[in-house]
């Protein structure tokens, strides 16, 4: 079946504008993750879902970082003001459960210029 | 707070050259230990779970192996196309978060 889809892949932006970030899900899995990887790092939490709502939102770095979920299934992260820091690859991850593996997209390599 | 570290952060090996990686953990429960293989320019692809000290998971040249305070990925005869970066993430009772290491990069050289 298909994996986590996630668009674009790469987004380049200037410095102060708003961006949207774009994952689909494997059908039927009913929690969704959002992480962010800099180069030569691990992936760094942001958000998780379980179903449409947002179960824990402490990684979020501030309040420019929003994400939504609004059907329980596809999900976008929104991105306010950007600023050159946010550059970084943003990977959703997918799984069956809170306590399943989790199965990532390819990301989404974002530049902000 | 939950903490996890690998080593070595990079790994060269000659093909058929056995070694292993380590991942050490620090977390208030341990729900499950998590190990993930990154190709360069896609996402994490994930290789096995492992849920109990004494635990052990096989899958072709890959074998994961959990203690109380670390899990080891053992390689064994490596070949070129097992070149990539291995990640290791746990997951706490606490929580629904799973953190996840800096990964070591593996080169498999010919």
């Known amino acids: 079946g298909a994996g986590v889809s996630q668009t674009p892949s790469n987004k380049v932006t200037e410095k102060g504008k708003y961006v949207e970030l774009r994952c689909d899900p494997i059908s039927g899995h009913t929690a969704l993750y959002w992480y962010r990887q800099s180069l030569g790092q691990g992936p760094e939490f942001l958000i998780y879902f379980q179903g449409t709502g947002a179960a824990d939102d402490s990684g979020l770095p501030n309040d420019r970082f929003f994400a939504v979920r609004p059907e329980g299934s596809v999900s976008t992260l929104k991105i306010q003001r950007t600023e050159r820091g946010d550059s970084a690859v943003y990977l959703c991850a997918s799984s069956l459960s809170y306590n399943s593996p989790l199965h990532f997209g390819n990301g989404t390599r974002l530049t902000v210029t | 707070e939950d903490q996890v570290t690998q080593s070595p952060e990079a790994l060269r090996l000659q093909e058929g050259e056995s070694s292993s990686l380590n991942c050490s953990y620090t977390?208030?429960?341990?729900?499950?230990l998590f190990w993930y293989r990154q190709d360069p320019g896609k996402g994490p692809e994930f290789l096995f779970t492992l849920y109990s000290a004494g635990e052990e998971k096989e899958k072709e040249r890959l074998k994961a192996t959990l203690t109380k305070k670390e899990s080891f990925l053992h390689i064994t005869a490596p070949k070129p196309e097992d070149s990539a970066t291995y990640l290791c993430?746990?997951?706490?009772?606490?929580?629904?978060?799973?953190?996840f290491g800096t990964g070591t990069s593996l080169t498999v050289i010919p």
């Open positions: 977390v208030s429960g341990l729900r499950g």
């Open positions: 993430a746990v997951q706490a009772h606490t929580g629904n978060q799973f953190y």
